[in-house]
């Protein structure tokens, strides 16, 4: 595997390496939708329910650029790259039950995924992503006060495409199960904040690698907030601080040292282009991280139908 060493940064010896590898290729190999987008990572006012009856489309086309590999919260490699593009399509309905508002969502992702840099023989890869089932369910929801309070449960299922041997794979072989709590206020005419928390529980790959070893993690759990600002009735911006943390893997028993530490921000212009169109453009970028890859720049472009 090749390794360059380019000063002043840290050396590692090969077998961190490679175990930073590994867990690099896992975490961005599941389909960084997230990310990439990882579907926990909300966008501001989708906690705002629609009314009974609506429906929505959307479309979103994401690309990040990860440019360095970190351990233990230094950079230790600054060749190493990592490019993601990814498309996902996502349908939500809404609909009350017991007089409280519910939606039902599907989301399937599709990418593209490529090693570059030090970290080239990761490969690159094509193909779909797990699909993912949502439903949220609004415990407390006041229009006129602009306070609303929903609840989350995720289920991804281990539909997308995996080769064992591959460096990267855009399906994990695993299901995740994952439950986020949203509040959101509002503030006179302009202003919105809101903050999530979510934690995810993973299952075991037991064909990970090319010695088919089995797979394990621990709890992630993520904390992410929002400050918004409605400039009129069709232009919003707003501005993400997200922190995941946890996620430490196992590989046929053994840790692998690799924690999740990272913080990332982003910021959001969406632009209601008619009653039924909505744009919406977001650029981010990790701002530390502990173990992994580091997102240099994020870019996003979600289109949204409503019927």
């Known amino acids: 595997m090749p390794f360059r060493a380019v000063a002043p940064r840290r050396i590692m010896s090969r077998p961190l390496f490679m175990r930073l590898l590994a867990s690099a290729a896992l975490s961005f190999g599941a389909a960084s939708f997230a990310a990439p987008a990882m579907a926990q990572a909300i966008d501001a006012g989708d906690y705002v329910p629609a009314p009974p009856g609506t429906q929505l489309a ?13 351990a233990d919260g230094k950079k230790v490699d600054d060749d190493a790259k990592l490019d993601t593009a990814v498309a996902i399509a996502r349908y939500v309905g809404f609909t009350k039950i017991a007089g409280m508002t519910l939606d039902y969502q599907v989301l399937q992702p599709f990418g593209h995924l490529e090693g570059g840099g030090s970290t080239k023989s990761l490969g690159k890869t094509t193909g779909f992503g797990d699909t993912i089932l949502v439903s949220t369910l609004w415990l407390y929801e006041n229009k006129d006060s602009q306070s609303y309070f929903g609840v989350t449960p995720y289920l991804y299922i281990p539909t997308g495409d995996y080769k064992a041997e591959r460096g990267l794979n855009m399906g994990e072989n695993r299901w995740k199960g994952s439950f986020q709590a949203v509040y959101s206020q509002g503030f006179g005419k302009h202003f919105v904040a809101e903050v999530a928390g979510d934690v995810m529980v993973y299952g075991k790959n037991t064909d990970y690698g090319a010695s088919s070893s089995t797979l394990t993690q621990k709890t992630t759990w993520r904390v992410q907030g929002f400050a918004r600002y409605l400039i009129d009735d069709k232009n919003e911006i707003n501005a993400r601080l997200m922190y995941v943390g946890g996620g430490e893997t196992k590989i046929d028993g053994i840790a692998q040292d690799n924690r999740t530490g990272t913080t990332s921000v982003l910021g959001t212009w969406r632009r209601t ?7 919406m453009t977001q650029v981010g970028t990790d701002l530390s991280v502990e173990n992994g890859f580091r997102e240099g720049i994020r870019g996003q472009l979600r289109i949204l139908r409503i019927f």
Request: aromatic share 20%; charged share 10%; proline share 5%.
């Open 273 to 279: 282009l008619s009653p039924k169109w909505q744009l």
């Open 58 to 70: 959307l479309v979103y086309m994401q690309y990040a650029h990860s440019d360095s590999l970190y």
